[in-house]
């Protein structure tokens, strides 16, 4: 039976890991040992942060949508709960662009709020 060189596909696989690792400082960029294990690492950095990055976005939100309730006499919580009250379902990712970009409108959901907190108060 006829011996089976196996330098090709080594070759092969070692330059996958490489051009993965392209970019990366010193050794982790040309040595295969240290590409690899700095591209496994940098696999599960990503697996992680597409999780994270879904809890940073929603603090984000969260902390803008404060800021505006603020400068409009609110609190977060009370806003979000004069909200549920009146029926409005607008996400915090909408209603945090509504705070940067459009304040006028942002204004209009705060009193709207408090209106239906102060109507829910009462009754």
């Given at each position: 039976m006829p011996r089976v060189?196996?330098?090709?596909m080594t070759h092969k696989r070692h330059?996958?890991?490489?051009?993965r690792a392209q970019g990366y400082w010193g050794g982790r960029n040309r040595l295969f040992k240290t590409a690899k294990e700095a591209v496994m690492h940098a696999f599960q950095y990503a697996y992680r942060d597409r999780r994270t990055?879904?809890?940073?976005?929603r603090r984000l939100w969260i902390t803008?949508?404060?800021a505006a309730c603020r400068l409009n006499d609110s609190t977060y919580s009370r806003f979000m709960e004069g909200?549920?009250?009146a029926g409005i379902d607008?996400?915090?990712?909408i209603l945090a662009d509504l705070a940067v970009n459009d304040?006028?409108?942002?204004?209009?959901?705060?009193?709207?709020?408090?209106?239906?907190?102060a109507t829910a108060v009462v009754a």
């Open positions: 060189k196996r330098g090709v330059k996958k890991i490489i051009s990055k879904k809890r940073d976005f803008r949508i404060s909200l549920a009250k607008v996400d915090r990712k304040a006028a409108t942002f204004a209009k959901l705060v009193e709207s709020a408090k209106a239906k907190l």
